[in-house]
């Protein structure tokens, strides 16, 4: 690292206090633009790096609401508008009780680079709420909505910042929430992304970022002349982005072994199939159960609840070829990458993002495995939000076909650009170094265009 990345940092934390997971973010980046800023000197003097670490706009809001019994509620909402170079800003909406500023700003700054990756005139946001859908029934997470968005209203739309989905926030929270938007607003615009099929959402959507990381890692491993078919695949998580990668990797003739929830996880060596998968899909979308009730239901499953004081994760220790982290950030571990490593594992693709502290990073990559990073291997999910709004400003859906194959073309480019730019700075099969430099050159560009702003 060399002085100039080491004095950015020390000023990054001393700016941004109690924010480690922004602080970590902004390292990854950093530490691949070295090279780049080195040979790039206009942008150093420009202070582009500087200019993209502070949000263009931070919002945190009161949301009062009134639970089911009566008594008031208090939340805290939160919208980043971290960068609009390239397009208005995009970036999903979190619910879950972990969420803080520090959080939301190193996904917005993911964000950025991401976006810019996916080929699509997309800028960077993200934003969410320390409200916990969890246990709360349909009213209850309705009221919370309305009253999110009775604030955000203001601040958003199609041309301006166009929220989606993340964790905590699914079909469910995207009807309520456009729904109020439409009701304050007496318009029906393509606002958010992630609709229902009926008012606008795009087909492919919800399997969009499980989907991508597949077809990322496929793409990798063709670089070896090497396909998914037959490979064991470890998956954390059990939502959105998990239930969709395991579907792919069925297509695909591999075979997922585990998903998990923050309670456990379950370890079925026979395979997740996808009748299997159907039970999942039901638990967790419409009964909204744990997936402790997966081994209570099949044989032969082994069901390990968390134990947050073993210093690592039993998921990532078992033989595999390829992991597919797809439940949160740093869930990887430098003691998980290293078992993960020894079990056999040599392809990576993060649907997560950041599920990998940076000492698992250094692991991965000195091991010289297949290693796609969140912000390349889970674009797949923001592009389909993209294409959403392509189809909502033609007023034309397009078919499930059509998606998914702009879907496997923008995941093959992306791919394209890692391989492409790593090699051009000289780190050639580090996708790290070629997603980072590939999403900032284009950023970089674009705010140079546009003169001090
Ligand atoms: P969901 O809410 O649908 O599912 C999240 C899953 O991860 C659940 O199984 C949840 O378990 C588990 N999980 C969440 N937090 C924790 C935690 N702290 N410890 C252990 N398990 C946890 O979210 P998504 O599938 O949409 O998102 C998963 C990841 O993918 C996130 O990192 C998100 O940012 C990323 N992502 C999502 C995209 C999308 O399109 N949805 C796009 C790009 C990235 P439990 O129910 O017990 O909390």
């Known amino acids: 690292m060399s002085e100039y990345i080491k004095s950015l940092m020390a000023e990054v934390k001393a700016k941004n206090p109690s924010e480690p997971e922004f602080h ?18 206009e942008y150093r003097s420009a202070r582009m790096l500087e200019r993209m670490i502070e949000p263009e706009r931070v919002l ?11 008594k008031i509620q208090v939340n805290r909402g939160f919208r980043i508008e971290m960068n609009s170079a390239i397009g208005p800003y995009k970036g999903g909406l979190r619910f879950h009780p972990s969420v803080n500023l520090g ?5 917005a700054f993911e964000q950025v680079f991401k976006n810019s990756l996916t080929t699509l005139p997309m800028g960077g946001g993200k934003g969410g709420s320390d409200f916990d859908p ?10 919370f909505c309305q009253s999110f968005m009775t604030e955000l209203q203001r601040h958003i739309g199609p041309e301006t910042d166009v929220p989606a989905g993340d964790i905590g926030v699914g079909g469910r929270e995207i009807g309520f929430l456009f729904g109020q938007y439409k009701r304050l607003r007496n318009e029906f615009t393509g606002v958010l992304t992630g609709k229902g099929l009926n008012w606008g959402g795009s087909l492919i959507r919800p399997e969009a970022t499980g989907y991508g990381a597949v077809y990322f890692a496929a793409e990798m491993l063709a670089t070896r002349n090497e ?3 037959g490979r064991i695949c470890l998956v954390s998580g059990s939502g959105n982005v998990a239930q969709y990668t395991v579907e792919k990797i069925n297509a695909l003739g591999g075979k997922a072994v585990t998903l998990s929830d923050s309670g456990g996880y379950i370890y079925d060596q026979a395979g997740i199939t996808d009748e299997k998968l ?8 419409l009964r909204r159960g744990r997936i402790k009730e997966y081994a209570d239901k099949f044989p032969n499953v082994v069901y390990t609840a968390t134990d947050a004081s073993a210093g690592f994760n039993p998921l990532w220790n078992h033989k595999a070829e390829c992991a597919f982290p797809s439940a949160t950030q740093n869930e990887i571990n430098a003691k998980d990458a290293q078992n993960l490593l020894e079990n056999g594992v040599y392809v990576v693709s993060e649907g997560a993002n950041m599920p990998t502290v940076l000492d698992g990073v250094k692991h991965f990559l000195d091991a010289g495995i297949l290693y796609g990073p969140a912000k390349a291997a889970n674009a797949g999910g923001v592009a389909v939000s993209g294409l959403e709004m392509t189809q909502n400003s033609m007023r034309l859906p397009w078919t499930r076909e059509e998606v998914d194959n702009r879907l496997k073309q923008i995941m093959h480019d992306i791919h394209e650009t890692c391989m492409t730019m790593a090699e051009r700075f000289e780190t050639p099969g580090n996708y790290v170094n070629g997603a980072n430099i590939g999403g900032f050159l284009k950023v970089a560009d674009a705010m140079m265009d546009q003169g001090l702003v």
């Open 227 to 229: 396909t998914l078919d």
């Open 24 to 41: 970590q973010a902004v390292e990854e980046v950093a530490d691949s633009l070295d090279l780049v800023l080195e040979r790039h000197p």
């Open 60 to 70: 945190m809001f009161r949301v009062p609401w009134m639970d089911d019994q009566g």
């Open 278 to 285: 159907a039970f999942v899909m039901e638990l967790k979308n």
């Open 103 to 107: 959080i939301l700003k190193f996904l």
């Open 134 to 143: 969890k246990g709360k029934s349909d009213n209850e997470v309705m009221r």
